[in-house]
């Protein structure tokens, strides 16, 4: 049994609700660092995650922390810093599959305490191009594995990838409309065909990441 809750309902009371779980020696507790009114206002506090992990400590139940990580390199630190087991990425995720490319790295930096270099864990495709194929084969294979008449699910996966380029926002809008992985493809061969002086470099992500409850 695992459990997967926040810090309280409309205040923390992160000790006397990890010591509450506890006596049901679940497997693991992933804990938000927001309470439930917060919803995802605010910014997780880790410092009441740092305190669930103390209480946790020797009890043979994992504590995995969640909150607001938007990097590997912020994974590394927040585990070095609470001793977490674990960390859970939601959000920064969505449209950059990439981001778990250097996973192995970021759990050996995070056991031996090393410093991070972000540019290095965090790397994914510098170009636009580069980033279309990883969307175009993302669609793909969803149409392959789902079939065309799912595909409809498929759209909002493919708009979060449209970030941070110039005419993102026209061609994310036009991703809400694909119905196919051929549609995919007229799509960003048609930004193509309007941008072509925009397609060799990528600036760096300026968008906030979307809103979800998987975070």
Known sequence: LSVKTRLGYDCVTVETWIEHLLKQSPAAISLHGRTLQQMYRGTADWEAIAKAVALVKGTGTLLLGNGDVQSLEELVRRVQETSVDGVLIGRAVFG????????????????????????????????????????????????ALCGGGQFHRMRKHLGWYCKGF?????????????????????????????????????????????????S
């Open 96 to 143: 950059a599959p990439w981001l778990f490319g250097h996973k192995e790295q970021a759990r050996a930096l995070a056991r031996q305490g090393g410093a991070t270099s972000g540019a290095l864990l965090d790397a994914g495709p510098s170009t636009i191009e580069q980033r279309f194929e990883i969307l175009l084969d993302h669609a793909r294979q969803f149409e």
């Open 166 to 214: 110039p005419r993102a926002a026209a061609l994310r809008a036009r991703m809400f409309r694909v119905c196919s992985a051929d549609d995919v493809a007229a799509a960003l061969a048609d930004y193509r065909m309007g941008c072509v002086a925009d397609v060799d470099a990528v600036p760096p992500l300026a968008e906030p990441a979307p809103s979800s409850r998987c």
